[in-house]
Nanobody
Framework: VQLQASGGGLVQAGGSLRLSCAAS????????TGWHRQAPGKGREFVAGITWSGRSTEYSDSVKGRFTISRDNAKNTVYLEMNSLRPEDTAVYYCSADHQSAYGVRWDRQYDHWGQGTQVTVSS
């Protein structure tokens, strides 16, 4: 499955953005998916995950209550709604996917497929 992330941009602190991750090549309905981010000079960190069915989600503590992950399997797309953005949310955001697993979408889940990333910049 190929993944294409989009929706990034420049926004002021307190603002909102919605990222999209469009899948192609295969239907994403059988894949657990996640969002990660990497800020300049830092390692990649988990942001959110959602199981193939959409019934279970996980979030990092730093975004819990502000970000919402969702999916529309009919559109072969996964979303990340980001509200109350902070300058520390500035990073390249990557979507990822892997075949459904009983392990779930916890922060340490490994993914086989990655998109190219979309830049999110939050100004203070």
């Amino acid at each position: 499955v190929q993944l294409q992330a989009s929706g990034g941009g420049l926004v002021q602190a307190g603002g909102s953005l919605r990222l999209s991750c469009a899948a192609s090549g295969r239907t994403i309905s059988s894949y657990d998916t996640g969002w990660h981010r990497q800020a300049p000079g830092k390692g990649r960190e988990f942001v959110a995950g959602i199981t193939w069915s959409g019934r279970s989600t996980e979030y990092s503590d730093s975004v819990k209550g502000r970000f919402t992950i969702s999916r529309d399997n009919a559109k072969n797309t996964v979303y990340l709604e980001m509200n109350s953005l902070r300058p520390e949310d500035t990073a390249v955001y990557y979507c990822s996917a892997d075949h459904q697993s009983a392990y779930g979408v916890r922060w340490d889940r490994q993914y086989d497929h990655w998109g190219q990333g979309t830049q999110v910049t939050v100004s203070s």
